[in-house]
């Protein structure tokens, strides 16, 4: 069965740093698509960055990159020049294959940021 | 363009109550979906709709019934409220890669 595995509850970090968020994955699909999501303590779901299993690169936008390693089944989320706006959960997110939108979530990462 | 909304913000219940979450988009997308909250657990699908008239179960549809009868619309009814439904209910629409998500209605089941 598909899963996501978030191993760090709580992540620190100061102000202007890089921070890398861990991410594994589980799922005997070809085709799957990893996400990744930002929850602020507003509590709204922001969408941050995709990845799709047949893509050779690794996906970028903006601050954020996703360090994508297949053959480990990592999906890592790096945030550099860490803001204190970046203070937040940040979950990981999984995709089926086939002609579906369903997500599966990992259980989250509470990241904090520090002047 | 109001995107996805969801009524009420908030609401309490007392068991065995029953109620209608609303979800609506405006984007024309043909998939839906209804996601719960819980501390600790991430976020889990409960039903979720390909379109109009088509809807199916997620991973934790127990308690909860859905129907499409348009593409904007997709409420999320339970029928006989029980405390173990307290959580936050999250409703979203997709279109390609992205999945647009509501503000989230907090429950409460007394």
């Known amino acids: 069965a598909q899963k996501i595995t978030q191993t760090q509850p709580g992540m620190f970090v100061q102000e202007k740093e890089a921070v890398t968020l861990d991410c594994t994955y589980d799922?005997?699909?070809?085709?799957?698509?990893l996400f990744w999501y930002k929850q602020p303590s507003s509590g709204e779901m922001i969408f941050l960055i995709y990845?799709?299993?047949?893509?050779?690169q690794n996906a970028t936008e903006g601050r954020y990159s996703l360090n994508f390693q297949k053959a480990r089944k990592s999906a890592n989320l790096v945030i550099s020049a860490s803001q204190l706006g970046d203070s937040a959960m940040y979950f990981c997110?999984?995709?089926?294959?086939?002609?579906?939108?369903?997500?599966?979530f990992g259980t989250g990462t509470r990241l904090q940021v520090f002047p | 363009n109001a995107g996805v909304t969801q009524t009420p913000k908030f609401q309490v219940l007392k068991t065995g109550q029953s109620m209608t979450l609303q979800c609506a988009q405006d984007m024309n997308h043909e998939y839906m979906s209804w996601y719960r909250q819980d501390p600790g657990m991430g976020l889990r699908l409960i039903h979720y709709s390909v379109g109009a008239g088509i809807t199916d179960q997620g991973e934790v549809p127990n308690g909860y019934n859905v129907s499409r009868s348009t593409t904007e619309d997709f409420p999320l009814r339970l029928l006989s409220a029980a405390p173990s439904q307290t959580s936050v209910y999250f409703c979203?629409?997709?279109?390609?890669?992205?999945?647009?998500f509501g503000p989230g209605t907090r429950l409460t089941v007394l």
């Open positions: 799922t005997s699909d070809q085709s799957y698509g």
């Open positions: 979203a629409s997709s279109y390609g890669h992205t999945q647009y």
């Open positions: 990845q799709g299993s047949y893509d050779e």
């Open positions: 997110a999984m995709r089926e294959g086939g002609n579906t939108d369903k997500l599966i």
